[in-house]
C-alpha cells in the first residue's frame, strides 16, 4: 500500500481528541463537551461515529486506498521533529490488528475532527479529494464498513531523532474485509 501525507491535525486546545465518522454523519457532531465527553463509539442521528485520543497527542495523517494512518510522537510536535526518512519507514509498520471499534460510510468520505470542535467545521468541505483544514480532515474513500484499530508504541530506529520514549504511536483506520 502507498501511503500518501495528508499533514497535521492542528488541535484547538493542548491536547488532541479526535472523532471519525461517515463526513454526513460528521455534520452533526455537536463537540465534546456538548456530547458529554464520550468515550470509543457514539451514535449520532445519522449513525456511529469513533472518538480516540492517541495519548492526546498531535497525529500526522497519512491516507491510501480506503485506509487512513496517524503516526504521533510522544513529544506532541506533530511531525515537527520527524524527519520524512523516518515517517516513511514507520508508515509501513503494520501496526495493531486489533479492532478498537468501527463505523458506516455511506457519503463516500471520512471526516477525521478534533473532538472540541462541533461538526459545522466541515460543513463546507470538499468529499471528492483529501482536505487538511483547521482541525479536520477529509478522506474520500469507498462506502461501507470502517475498522479503527488499536494504537500501538513503534520502536523508531535510532538515528538522529530525539523522540520521546524512542516510540511513535500509530494507528489505523481501514475499510472491513
Known sequence: MTWTKLGDITRRYN????????????????????????????????????????????????????????LASFDDSGSKNVDDATLNAMIELPGSDEVWGA????????????????????????????????????????????????AAALDVPKGGLTLVRGKLLQLTIRRAA
Open 15 to 70: 491536547k488532541v481528541t479526535l472523532v471519525a465518522g461517515d463526513l454526513e454523519v460528521m455534520r452533526a457532531w455537536p463537540g465534546f463537551e456538548a456530547a458529554g465527553f464520550p468515550d470509543d463509539e457514539y451514535e449520532l442521528p445519522g449513525g456511529e461515529v469513533m472518538i480516540f485520543d492517541l495519548d492526546l497527542l498531535q497525529p500526522i495523517v497519512f491516507h491510501a486506498d480506503n485506509a487512513i494512518r496517524f
Open 103 to 150: 463505523f458506516e460510510v455511506e457519503s463516500g468520505a471520512i471526516a477525521l475532527l478534533c473532538a472540541d470542535w462541533a461538526g459545522s467545521e466541515v460543513a463546507l468541505a470538499p468529499a471528492d479529494r483529501p482536505t487538511l483544514g483547521k482541525g479536520f480532515a477529509i478522506i474520500p474513500c469507498a462506502n461501507g464498513r470502517y475498522e479503527v484499530s488499536q
